[in-house]
């Protein structure tokens, strides 16, 4: 069987139609839910942040429940409360 070159090199392509990566869903729930939150003035840290904490925490079963502005938050924070401190070795993947 006699393989073609990949399609960088001139050969045909595997797919014919681009392939999304992490497309969200978004509806008209969700589209009602934004609007609602810029009309009510809370962009950050608000009422709806506090339920979704509550909401969460609850469905965790655990006693705390903090949202963060972005997953490098979160990975500091995590950092922080487990005690890595200037200095320590930390090893991630790239």
């Not at 509806?27 to 009422?47: D, F, L, N």
């Not at 904490?53 to 922080?80: D, G, N, P, W």
């Amino acid at each position: 069987m006699v393989k073609s070159p990949p399609a960088m090199a001139g050969g045909n392509p595997v797919r014919t139609q681009y392939l999304v990566f992490g497309s969200p869903s978004i509806g008209e729930e969700e589209i009602s839910e934004i609007a609602e939150s810029i009309r009510s003035g809370w962009v950050g840290t608000g009422p709806k942040v506090k339920q979704f904490e509550e909401m969460f925490r609850q469905y965790k079963s655990c006693r705390h429940a903090i949202a963060v502005s972005s997953c490098t938050a979160a990975l500091h924070l995590s950092l922080l409360s487990s005690g890595i401190k200037p200095g320590d070795e930390v090893i991630t993947t790239p």
